[in-house]
């Protein structure tokens, strides 16, 4: 069975501070893992995806995220928040063989002045 | 521009009434897909479609049918079945059926309110 938990519901920086979003699976077999952002009442929209190539991913708006295999994790980070980064963000599982992803339940990040 | 189309944005039913959800995309791609998201809990799969004429449940099926009569059109019907209709539904495409290390594009999404 494959999981994703998303170890903060809520995070809160200020602007120009380093963002970091917690993300941890479950999985018995290589996954493939992203990152999706989601601002209010809009469709989801990729950040960043790993499939096994270099465990350290750069994606759009200067985001990032580490595969790490023997934590299990997969963080999202950013050296500098901007207004523009609140929204929600998902962490997002596939295993090879399985038909569906496998969503976490969202982390809300906060952005203030 | 190529995407996918959700329509209407905001949807409003009394309760009893069955509902279609409209989900158009514009990509070529064979696999779609409908969520469901509630607040605090991710989303959840409704129904998938790898292909034309075809398509599989997913984890929350129950209360919801779909057609795919065409790759670029993936209707999802509400019916009075369903017993919490009201939530925010997204509609997502991918170009390779079967193989999810490829991403999932998605709709604005469609908020219905049933009350």
């Known amino acids: 069975a494959q999981s994703v938990t998303q170890l903060d519901s809520h995070v809160s920086v200020s602007e120009g501070t380093p963002v970091l979003l917690r993300c941890n699976y479950s999985?018995?077999?290589?996954?493939?893992l992203f990152w999706y952002v989601q601002h209010p009442n809009k469709g989801l929209q990729l950040l960043l995806k790993y499939t096994s190539a270099a465990t350290l991913v750069k994606g759009i708006n200067g985001f990032e995220a580490e595969f790490k295999k023997s934590e299990t994790s997969f963080h999202l980070t950013k050296p500098s928040a901007h207004m523009s980064d609140a929204a929600e963000y998902f962490c997002?599982?596939?295993?090879?063989?399985?038909?569906?992803?496998?969503f976490g339940k969202g982390t809300m990040l906060l952005v203030s002045p | 521009d190529g995407g996918i189309t959700q329509s209407p944005k905001y949807l409003f039913r009394k309760e009893g009434q069955n509902v279609t959800l409209s989900c158009e995309q514009n990509?070529?791609?064979?696999?779609m897909y409908w969520y469901r998201q509630d607040p605090g809990q991710g989303l959840r799969l409704i129904y998938y479609s790898q292909i034309v004429n075809d398509f599989q449940k997913g984890d929350i099926a129950e209360g919801y049918s779909v057609s795919r009569e065409k790759k670029e059109s993936f209707p999802l019907t509400v019916t009075s079945a369903q017993k919490n209709p009201t939530a925010f539904y997204l509609c997502a495409s991918s170009s390779t059926p079967g193989d999810l290390s490829y991403e999932q594009y998605f709709g604005p999404g469609t908020r219905l309110t049933v009350t």
């Open positions: 999985s018995s077999y290589s996954p493939s």
């Open positions: 997002v599982v596939s295993l090879p063989g399985y038909s569906t992803l496998t």
């Open positions: 990509l070529n791609h064979d696999a």
